[in-house]
């Protein structure tokens, strides 16, 4: 074992969430207290940039300070929270978090989740209405996954600044819930990266920013591919173990764990060395090389 020198740690601060998404790809359980994060965080601080994440870390409020701590400006959240309760807003903003991550699956959101989006539109209006940046996570999956262009314009009448596209991983709900026939085969992953440029090079950032996750693996098209999982970025869960990437939490898949003081301790012969391919795409939808 030896200790973690990369930059990044993701922290998922909680499995608990108040919805249950069909393609949600969580496998962990449990959540840090209050009382341990006061411990952890100020130690891994020093070393380390942190991501705090989670499920729905949203639901306790006791986390914003470490957001503010870390100096992490933005939350994720399926948006339910503050429908149910926008005086939530006023804790985000005191802990200077001035960016919401929306989960917002266009044209299957009804679908997967409980929140639908004209629900979701609504969470919107309230976020922009107290100045926040909204960034939507948008998971495409094949009954959406040509609707680049359609999408992007969808999010700018509906007051999004950012939009960031990821796909159905066979792992957690999404493997049980989906069978095979749902998840984006090379070519269709290909054709979402060709259409995301396209659309990139037609729309002003001013007017959205388009982004899109790892998990589709590299571009055929351009050579600049590199994934930083266990290499340059690791996630710690509430039991104190280490994992790779956060899409790729299970019982085979950790690589380490936190000791009594705050070391980050990894078994390197764990942890793939190549860098140019995704994965959790190839070990779980057998993508890639």
Not at 12 to 27: A, E, F, T
Not at 45 to 60: A, C, M, R, S, V
Not at 198 to 211: C, S
Not at 257 to 279: A, G, T
Request: positive net charge; charged residues 25%.
């Amino acid at each position: 074992m030896e200790k973690y020198n990369g930059k990044y740690v993701t922290i998922m601060l909680c499995s608990q969430c108040n919805n249950n998404c069909k393609h949600c790809y969580i496998r962990y359980s449990g959540r840090f207290t209050d009382e341990e994060l006061a411990k952890l965080i100020p130690v891994l601080n020093q070393k380390y940039t942190i991501i705090l994440n989670g499920t729905e870390p949203i639901l306790f409020p006791e986390y914003f300070k470490y957001f503010k701590m870390v100096n992490e400006h933005r939350i994720l959240t399926n948006g339910i929270e503050i429908l149910k309760n926008p005086s939530i807003i006023s804790q985000l903003l005191e802990n200077e978090i001035n960016e919401v991550w929306l989960s917002y699956h266009f044209e299957i959101q009804d679908k997967i989740s409980r929140i639908n989006e004209d629900e979701l539109n609504k969470v919107i209006q309230i976020l922009k209405q107290n100045k926040f940046i909204v960034k939507l996570m948008c998971s495409l999956s094949i009954h959406n996954y040509q609707n680049i262009s359609k999408i992007c314009k969808k999010a700018i009448e509906i007051g999004a600044d950012k939009i960031k596209f990821t796909n159905f991983i066979s792992q957690g709900n999404a493997k049980d819930s989906f069978n095979n026939q749902e998840f984006l085969s090379q070519e269709q992953i290909n054709q979402v990266l060709h259409d995301i440029n396209k659309t990139r090079e037609i729309t002003l950032k001013k007017d959205l920013i388009i982004q899109r996750c790892g998990t589709f693996g590299p571009n055929q098209n351009k050579n600049n591919f590199q994934c930083l999982a266990g290499q340059d970025m690791i996630v710690l869960t509430p039991n104190g173990k280490i994992y790779e990437c956060v899409f790729d939490i299970s019982n085979d898949s950790c690589i380490g764990y936190i000791d009594d003081d705050y070391n980050l301790m990894l078994d390197r012969n764990k942890i793939s060395s190549k860098q140019n391919h995704c994965k959790v795409l190839k070990k779980y939808n057998g993508i890639g090389d």
